[in-house]
């Protein structure tokens, strides 16, 4: 039954729109976009109407949101946060700094763009995103999910040698352990 | 052979005088004669107490014919031949201990020796002598002897110690004679059966003084509190061996006058009160003060005084019960402490000042030792299955039986006292690291043999102590009976 | 004549084993086998028969009761397993010879003070198994002073306020048969008998560790090797609770004075709730245990106090399987003291990945003495709140349940402190304890997991041992319980309902992304995205329960200890004022005659 | 009556000196701090005690107490009884003299050893040993 | 005993369970969103945050004891549930194991879960779990003493210890026991926010503070089985009480009804008040709520 590849196919759907609907967010506030979470989850905006409610830990979690620019210490956290979380899993880059650096596109110690490093589902650009923005992003990636094509997860997977490349470029010293599945 | 009390008292004595022409023919001989003489002390007494406990009447020697109450004379029953036998037995394995004994230089073991037998002579003469003016004279050798005893290593504190007790002991003498000398003014008469018979003649003053003064005397050798002040000293300032011949002996003599006093010359019930008391403020006293003492040896002289006191205890309750108590707990103390004071002298054999902390570290190297010490220690405190426990608990159930509750309750509470110390000895000799360097002295193997004796006759005897017990009914019986020990004494007396 | 010959025995071959291990350590070893597993052998197998003797005009009696040989099945089997567990676990030390001496000695003693028919008998062997585990506790050298001596005392204060007992009811009797002094208790005047029951409850209390006089037990417990402190609390404390079973049961039930007996559950209430909040903020395994034990000891006492049926029931089956889980604890406490060497909180972590068998056996265990299902604490629990609450007793009730759920809190300290919690690599080279060590757990936790489904099979025993204490001889079925109310517990529907769900939801979770389901070092753990470097360490382990002790710390700050020592340091103070009495001037010995000679005379001429 | 009154005034007499003299001796024994003479008082009041055991045997006008050979008449009846005193006290006098005596030896080699390790024999100063 | 009886009746009052434990507190979060002047999620949302965790495609565990916690939860909860009587009204479908067990032997089994939690909590080595274990287990020595008082007050007083005869008491005479022992059931009230570890009393998970607490490290599969036994054993709590103190129910919808309404204490305490520090909440526990489980075990005795 479960090579059936239409019931597997209707499977898919009920599981793809489980997940669409209840996002538990790992909001990472790296930068100045972490003071847009409060609105986005309290009244004025309530983002839980859509099922998006914050978890504590990467372990609970499906996105994580990276709110504003990395700086290259936070991005071991962040990588660390990311492995740490379960598939399926995304991330919403959070304004223009994690597309291309944005303001701080050329200091020294922040990187400049975010998918080099994590496979980025969602960027919601701005500086900063309001909320409406941030649950318009949110609303893309259901629509992603429902579809199958919020893959990122997959993507850092199969090309995990880009990305430790890449971060190992940014992060000297690599203490961390092995991306164990 | 033959087996008289006689000899008891004239073989050693002969042979006191006789050493040091002996020793003139051998030198060797100076230290076996005297074994020969103690060893032929308990055949005399087996055969003797076999004789007395299959009879159950005691052995009547009149000393140069005359009978009593005219002469001298020697009682050998149940009751004094139990602690007769006690204390050649003890004699003898002292001997044995002393046998080689390193510290006795040659030339000090002829002193050593004769004194030895003099005061043993002393103390048996003590407990077999019918006669009061008698029973002072061996008090008075036992004293005399014991005073060079107690200085017998001419340190300075040997000296001190010596001289206590010999201006305590003084006191003793005086007193006793005095109380004597009253007596002998009123009855003219110094038997004791005799003045028995025949006390309700005195005048109740005299009566009383005379009573006082000669208890005092005596309870100044049972070691009574507070009399007692030259006791500490003296068993910690002796050789090794003759601590345990204080112990053993030296005391068994002055409470044995005190109790034969009491309970056969004086009529007076008040008394067996007051050595209760007096019994029960040296118990709880002593065992206080041991209970932070740094020096082994004092602290087992106060475990001593202690074991005194409940001996008082024993014999001021005045049931058959309480004298049976008594009597095995004279029998505990007489060979456990002697195990005791015979052990610890090798644990701290080096030791300046006999302190406890250099005892700490012997269980290692001298494991044979410090297991005898350690099961006179389980012993004294009264844990089964050593002997120590009958004699507590036949104390108990007499005090008991004679409603003293109070008393049952102090006696524990003392025990526990009696707990803390001596297992603390012991930790400290098993467990606790020596911080100075002693040498260690070794017991040769006739020590040892002594000290494995007696510490035998503490398992034995509580693991199985009927093989005692009809001896000590018997002998308390014949405490108790004061009639019949008149009419032994004084056959023509009770015709009349 | 075989019943002496037992203890007779056990004796011998002590001295013998003692001989044997200075012989040689193998011929040793295989001594202690050998005993380890006649003992059981010989136990179930020979025919009890009376004996009795005449020492020293006393009368000597022996015999097994149904009610001593309720708890000689538990000192046998404990006794033979710890022996076995011994010889692995004290393989590595010295002067065995002594050890095994002093470990038979208390076996002996324990089966003597069983098979004991008369008090003085009871009082020999008791003292002998005094002493012999007092030169167990100082067996390893340590604390001699601080903790074997006060054990010693304590014991001493038991042993003779028992001794004062006996010879007081020797005296009132005339004799001192233990079941004669109890046919006859209720002649006697009412000082006679609260003195004699509050003389022998004081001794049983002391060896039962009942709150105040429980002041020797932890250290005792922590000082001596594990291996015999698994006899020590399983078993040894046991002896306690069979006196005391006898006492309260005899005396204060059967004949109308419920007050001590009340007072004696309040008691183990009170001990039951302090021992449990002092185990709580522990830091060393042993030391954990030991309070444990403590407040387990009060529960069984809080049983024989109400001295209702259930109550006695819930009493004994506790104190059963009080052995076998403190066994095993004790044991696991011992096997983690030595693969590691360690036995404080702060230095141990993670030992399940290395000794799993231990650490499954150490969790039935906790399980039966936290009381939860499907295990057999579970049974001891029901009966002693069912007991409670028939015998209408509300706030002892209430007691009880504030200590079982702070049991909670240490066991939940015990498992988690040693073998679970982030792994450290200074655990690589700790292996799984010997076989040796681990059959005797093994085996105990068998023995909980039967109990918790079919506790009929030890309840037949129990009965017919209630009926020695006057209690009429109940059928139990075999895993059913009813209250005396009619209300019923069938065991074997709880636990099958508990196996069968859980089955069922462990393949379920098993197989659910069975292939994509990673296990993770305990290092990987969610932590802000900061990886744990090999040389930090998260475990928790400092300050285990503070809020807690934020809470409770008012109640916790008096102790009776301090009190005790401050009693006993003034005493010693009081003597060595007293010593000045010796002045050391021989003038002053002379004046002390002559002043006592004065006071002699005159209370001679008032009083003669 | 005149030697009624003598024994009873020498009676007296006796008793009183011996008595004195053992209350001389107590006297210095507990207060005098020199060994010797601690040793003297106790010699003293030996010696008052000897005195009163004697004084207690003696009778008026008795002679020694010694065997002679009796005075007879024909019928072999004794001819005058010749009044003796108590023998025994004066044989245990004896005794107690020479126990006296040996006590006071011991006691001055006890002195001179004590002398010879602390340097004094002021009684205070030799403590060495208490509690 | 029909074991196919069981076996088909166990899984509908499972389901049952499962269900309206999920709808209530999908409840609890639309009304807290309604409190907070929010529209909030759909009352739905948890099924399918269960479905999402269920289908989750990777989980991770540190080890067997953290494997078998979340269903050594759930069978505790599930065994909980068969032994006690939904309806009063002497139906033979809920009876399950109703009459096997009494109530000592629930206030256990209903602690199993916990323990198995702690330890699986304790093997995933984050210190935040054990914090908030020993910070649980803190609490609960707080909360279970005022609600054994209730419970041993009721039950001394009425002879029995099984919730089907204290239910019988209350249909037999009528009133309900909250109202018969008032002081117990204040007392068992206290209790309850304790028990569902709501605000102010959600010291074990404090988001803010532990980052979930025990869960932190359960992810996917293991916490969507958490959150079924959740829902199941808030199920169970409060159709216990309501079986002890509210006279049960007669039929499926005034046990609904009743729940809620025992429901909305917690849920509605909660949303007003900050959190407590561990031993503030056993002061409380120890305060008030003890005080009227005394009134209460004194009502009972005389």
Known sequence: ?181 | MVADPILYVALPLLTAFLLPIIGKINKELIRIVPGLLFAFLVYNSIALFSKVSATHTPIIVEIAGWAPPIGINLVYSSFTGFIATIISVLALLVWAYSYKFKKLEFDNSLKYFVLLMLVTAGSIGVILTGDLFNQFVFLEIVALSSYPLVAFYRGRNGAEASFKYLLVGGFASLSILLGIVLIYSQLGTLNMADIAAHIDEMPRNIKIVSFTLLFLGFAIEAEMFPLNGWAPDTYSQAPGPIGAVFAGMTAKAGIYALIRMIYTIFDFSGAFEILLIMGVITLVVSEGIALRQENLKRMLAYSSLGQMGLLMIAFGINTKTAVIAGMLILFNHAVIKSLLFLSSSFLVYNSKDKLIKDAYGMGKKLPLTAILFGIGAFAIVGLPPFSGFWGKLYLLMASADANLLGLIALILAVSVIEIVYYFRVVNGVYFKKSKTEIEVHKPRWNASLAMIILAAAIIVVGIYPNIIYDYLVNAADTLLDKASYISHVLPNLASN | MSNIIIILAIFGWAILTYIAFRLNKTLGNIFVGLIAVALPVYYFTYVPEDYSFQVMGLTLQFGFTSFSSLFAILVVILGALTLLYSIPYMNKKDRLGWFYLNFLFSIGGMLGILMSKDFVSLFIFWEIMTWSSYLIVIFSGKKVNKVGVKYMVYSAIGAYAMLMAIVLINKWSGTTNISHFFETFADYSNGAKILSSLLLLTAFAVKSALMPLHVWAPNAYTNSPMSYTSLFSGALSKMGIYGMALVAIMLYTNTGMKFFGEALAWLGAITAVLATFWAVFQTDIRKLLAYSSIGQLGYIAVGLGIGTELGVMAALFLALLHGLFKGILFMAAGAIEYRTGKTDFSELRGLIWKMPVTFFSALVAIIALAGMPPLSGLISKWLIYEALLSSEHYFLIILIFLSSTAAFLYCFHFLYGVFLGQREDDIEDVKEAPALMLVPMVLMSFGLLALGTFPGLIFKHISSSMSYLGFNDVTWEMSVLTNEWGNKIYLTHLNTMFMVVFAVFFVIITLVARKKTRRVGTKDIANAGEPILAEDNYHFSQDFYKPFWRVISPVMKYRIETFYNSFANGIGEFFQFFRRVYTGNGQTYALYVVIFLTILFIVGATLI | MTEELMQQILKISFYGASLALILIGLYGVLTKKNLIKILLSMAIAESGLNLLFVAIGYIMNGTAPIFSTAVLDENNQLLETVTMVDPIPQALVLTAIVIGLGVTAVGLALVIRLYKHHNTINIDEIRNLKW | MDIWKLLLTGSVTTVLAFVVGMLYMGLRRKITARVQNRVGPPIYQNFLDVMKLWSKKSSINHGFMQHVAPLWMIATSITTLMFIPILNNGSTFFTNLTFEGDLIMLLYLMVVGSLGMALGAGQTGNPNSAIGVTRGLTQMVGFEIPWVMALVALMIQHRTTTVAGLLDVQVQSGTWLMLSSPFAFIAALLAIPGMFRYSPFDIVGAPAELASGPISEFGGKYLGTMMTNGAIFAFVKLTLFVDIFMGGASNLGFLLLKTFALYMFPVLWGLVSPRFRTEQAVRFFWGWPVFFGVLGLIQAAI
Not at chain 1, 49 to 55: N, Q
Request: proline share 4%; glycine share 8%.
């Open chain 1, 1 to 181: 039954m479960v090579n059936d590849k239409e019931s597997q196919k209707i499977v898919d759907i009920i599981q793809n729109f489980a997940r669409q609907s209840s996002l538990f967010v790992l909001a990472y506030g790296t930068g100045c976009g972490a003071i847009e979470i409060p609105p986005t989850m309290t009244s004025r905006y309530d983002a839980e109407r859509f099922g998006i409610r914050g978890a504590a830990t990467p372990r609970q979690a499906d996105v994580l949101l990276i709110t504003g620019y990395l700086a290259t210490k936070s991005l071991k956290r962040v990588i660390r946060a990311y492995e740490q979380m379960q598939n399926p899993k995304y991330i919403i880059g959070f304004g223009s700094c994690t597309i291309n650096g944005g303001m701080y596109w050329d200091s020294y110690n922040t990187i400049n763009r975010l998918d080099m490093y994590i496979p980025v589902d969602v960027y919601i650009n701005g500086c900063m995103p309001r909320p409406e923005a941030v649950i318009a992003g949110f609303a893309k990636l259901q629509k992603l999910i429902q579809a199958g094509k919020a893959d990122g997860w997959d993507r850092y997977q199969k090309n995990l040698e880009f990305y430790r490349g890449n971060q190992k470029k940014i992060i000297h010293n690599w203490v961390m352990p092995d991306y164990n599945w």
